[in-house]
């Protein structure tokens, strides 16, 4: 089954894990200095915040899957949407290791799908390199 992802950067980590602990009604399943993430049942999304220095705000959306298979089953679409896509094997990002695929929207917004198959020490510093089909102009950290 597949679960929606949606990643917000935020100014305070502290005030929006109150908020958004409030607001879910659980606290995260996931905490750390700089990053929080809940894995919610119901509605069956990972939500996923961080201070991480980006402005407030949507950082990207994405679908997480519960297989590698299911991950190149979604890629593969992409591609024959006529999107071109990033992908990225083994990556470190936002403390746990995954294989990701990278999409911009045709309004420019960034979508993510991935398979995460452990857990890491670090937040992870992957760089999706600069393009116009995944991240636009700049380059963005992976989460």
């Not at 590698?68 to 990556?91: V, Y």
């Not at 991935?114 to 991240?135: I, L, M, P, R």
């Amino acid at each position: 089954m597949k679960r929606l992802h949606v990643h917000v950067a935020v100014d305070s980590l502290e005030q929006s894990i109150g908020f958004y602990s409030t607001l879910f009604g659980v606290e995260p399943s996931v905490t750390k200095d700089d990053y929080a993430k809940w894995m919610l049942e119901d509605p069956k999304v990972n939500f996923a915040i961080s201070a991480r220095g980006r402005a407030g705000g949507v950082d990207h959306l994405g679908i997480q899957v519960e297989s590698d298979g299911e991950l190149r089953e979604l890629a593969s679409r992409l591609k024959t949407a006529g999107e071109a896509t990033q992908d990225q094997e083994a990556t470190t990002c936002c403390y746990a290791q995954s294989n990701k695929s990278w999409v911009a929207d045709p309004s420019g917004i960034r979508w993510e799908t991935f398979f995460t198959f452990g857990d890491a020490a670090t937040y992870g510093e992957d760089e999706v390199q600069a393009s116009t089909a995944c991240c636009g102009t700049q380059q963005r950290a992976c989460c």
